[in-house]
């Protein structure tokens, strides 16, 4: 079936440092993938959706220059979270659209601690 | 706000019974549902599906029923075992592509 890799599953940085998340699609192509952000005990919440080629798109409340994203080619994404401070601290879930409306997958996440 | 609810934030049933998970939503025009099921620090797995034109789906000890009238939808897992014990999320989609998540509801299943 369809798989996600994210990477990478754990980072602790700095405060002030960025830190790059990689989601790729491994045997699909994949013009759409989407970050989502989990709180502890709280729902994913959408962050963007990231277009093949061009502008991510940022739901209300996200800042663009701080969650800067970057969609090169079919099968890669990447979320880079500039001058990350502890309030940055969360589980980061990417995801794609493989095949048909329930064909979403899910990568593995990346829990990242700002300290 | 939340256009996707899932007001038990937890459950517990014992191995065997039947779990019964809920979802409500406010948005008439979602048009695909989903279920999720979501382990500690991994990424939610697919687990169920149905269109808004149906009102039943079923997938081995899976099914998940839709009331559009009352704009509920529910999944039920039968016999429970105790390896379904996870956080479980629901979701909606609308036009294809916005993704709308629930809260989640943390199942124990009881050896």
């Known amino acids: 079936g369809a798989v996600v890799s994210q990477h990478p599953s754990r980072v602790i940085c700095k405060s002030g440092t960025s830190v790059k998340i990689e989601c790729r699609s491994l045997d699909f192509q994949a013009t759409t993938m989407f970050w989502y952000r989990q709180f502890p005990k709280q729902s994913l919440m959408l962050m963007a959706t990231s277009n093949e080629g061009s502008k991510a798109t940022y739901e209300q409340g996200v800042e663009k220059d701080k969650f800067l994203i970057n969609h090169a080619s079919l099968t890669l994404s990447t979320l880079t979270v500039t001058s990350a401070h502890p309030e940055d601290s969360s589980f980061y879930i990417c995801s794609a659209r493989a095949f048909g409306p329930a064909g979403y997958t899910f990568g593995s996440g990346t829990r990242l601690t700002v300290v | 706000d939340q256009q996707v609810k899932q007001n038990s934030p937890s459950l517990s049933v014992q191995e065997g019974r039947i779990s019964i998970l809920n979802c409500d939503y406010t948005n008439s025009m979602f048009d695909y549902f989903l279920w999720y099921k979501k382990y500690p620090a991994e990424g939610p797995t697919f687990l169920i599906s149905?269109?808004?034109?149906?009102d039943k789906n079923e997938d081995g000890r899976f099914t998940v029923f839709l009331n559009k009238s009352a704009k509920h939808l529910s999944l039920h897992i039968v016999p429970s075992q105790p390896g379904d014990s996870a956080v479980y999320f629901c979701a909606a989609i609308q036009a294809g592509n916005q993704f709308y998540f629930g809260t989640g509801t943390s199942l124990t299943v009881i050896p």
């Open positions: 149905i269109s808004s034109i149906k």
